[in-house]
């Protein structure tokens, strides 16, 4: 195990060597990373490059412990009254569904349902444009339930987001968007990857700390 300072934080690196022509690394749990790298690949590139990505490392390393840590709990007063997040905006929990003589878990299931809809309503409305800009078409996409991605893109071009994205900005939706459709083309989250991310939306850092910062508000 290869430990590589960053900041104030220690990042665990498990490496993994064999044949292969570049590395790659992924995160397993906050400040914990495997990295896979050729045969021979030294010490002191690895460190290199942990400390290039090292940004995103300590970011992605930020939102993992967040969602570990477990969400806020909302309270779901009598008759309706608790506020929840609609698209950046607090909303009164009558304003998003019928609330009239159900008790908490009911309330809870049919709010989660009804984000669910609108995350995949407004996704579907905004992903055309950005599947143009990038010449990319996804295989599927779905809507989930995760404790520690906002979204994700499989190798065989599938994506996914987090049904709780719908609580955020419609700008930061975008981001989270062009963010995975970038994935299809860029599976790293390298140099080229985050270019490509900037040619599309160059504030994209803004959004990334919205997500950061508010995260664990957006909850049920």
């Known amino acids: 195990m290869l430990t590589i300072k960053l900041n104030e934080h220690v990042i665990q690196c498990h490496m993994v060597y064999g044949k292969r022509k570049k590395v790659s690394i992924t995160m397993d749990l906050p400040y914990m990373v495997t990295i896979k790298a050729p045969n021979g690949t030294s010490e002191e590139m690895i460190k290199q490059l942990v400390e290039q990505h090292g940004e995103v490392i300590l970011k992605k390393s930020a939102l993992m412990q967040q969602a570990l840590e477990g969400p806020q709990a909302k309270a779901y007063e009598k008759e309706g009254k608790g506020t929840f997040l609609l698209f950046g905006k607090e909303h009164a929990l009558h304003e998003l569904i019928e609330v009239e ?5 009911e309330l809870r299931a049919n709010l989660k349902k009804f984000y669910f809809a609108e995350c995949k309503r407004v996704i579907g409305e905004r992903i055309g444009r950005y599947q143009q800009e990038l010449k990319v078409k996804p ?9 520690t991605k906002w979204g994700s893109c499989s190798w065989d071009k599938k994506l996914t987001f987090n049904y709780r994205l719908a609580m955020a900005p419609l700008e930061v939706i975008d981001y989270v968007i062009i963010h995975e459709l970038c994935h299809i083309h860029h599976m790293n989250h390298d140099r080229s990857f985050w270019r490509r991310v900037g040619s599309i939306m160059p504030d994209y850092k803004v959004k990334e700390d919205y997500l950061m910062r508010n995260g664990r508000a957006m909850t049920l």
């Open 101 to 105: 003589g159900l008790g908490e878990e």
């Open 139 to 147: 295989k599927t996409i779905d809507i989930v339930e995760s404790a």
